[in-house]
């Protein structure tokens, strides 16, 4: 690679060109003062185990998913950082921007180039992802390794990253789709949030 901005051989297809819709599973509190305006975003995750790196999470087209993860919260299951007492969904109008899309050939070299850069840099034990792939501490490290690249190399930031997951149990016998596949959002640069909304909950 080229060091400077403008010169990075994978931009060309980085942008995606339409909006998407995510949502966020939260408090409802939370989420009436973003609607009304009183708190302006969502606040980034920082956690070493964040499956995409550190950003603002939604789940895209999937605000049934978002309900889920609220409650699961709300009752104190495995994700329940931070208080939930009444479940809310907020939806977000989101453009992409530059964006790590992880179902992209270029952006997975790109991520299994950061693996090694971190490998060489911690030759002793890197973090685990667990069992069942549910705390990401791996992920999430070389996720930031990645940006860090970048940024040390004055390649735009990414803006966004994108990323599917199959998660849960066979939908039905030899199945292979799970009863949880989701595609998920992690927004690193506000700007990419045009809006916040109230979905239709059906």
Not at 14 to 19: V, Y
Not at 23 to 40: R, W
Request: net charge neutral.
């Amino acid at each position: 690679m080229t060091k400077g901005s403008g010169t990075d051989p994978w931009k060309l297809y980085e942008f995606l060109p339409s909006f998407v819709l995510g949502f966020h599973g939260l408090d409802q509190s939370v989420g009436e003062k973003i609607l009304s305006g009183k708190i302006k975003h969502l606040k980034a995750s920082e956690n070493e185990y964040d499956w995409l790196g550190h950003g603002i999470y939604f789940w895209e087209g999937n605000p049934q998913r978002a309900m889920e993860f609220a409650k699961e919260r709300a009752n104190g299951g495995r994700n329940s950082q931070g208080d939930i007492k009444k479940p809310f969904v907020l939806g977000a109008i989101i453009d992409l921007g530059r964006c790590l899309n992880l179902v992209d050939s270029s952006a997975l070299r790109q991520l299994a180039d950061a693996y090694y850069l971190l490998k060489t840099a911690n030759p002793g034990e890197l973090p685990t992802n667990g069992k069942q792939l549910l705390a990401r501490k791996l992920d999430c490290a070389v996720m930031q390794t990645l940006h860090t690249f970048r940024q040390v190399q004055e390649y735009e930031p990414f803006q966004s990253v994108r990323g599917a997951f199959f998660e849960g149990e066979d939908l039905y016998e030899n199945a292979g789709f799970k009863t949880k596949n989701h595609i998920q959002i992690c927004i690193r640069d506000t700007h990419c949030i045009r809006g916040y909304f109230r979905p239709i909950m059906t």
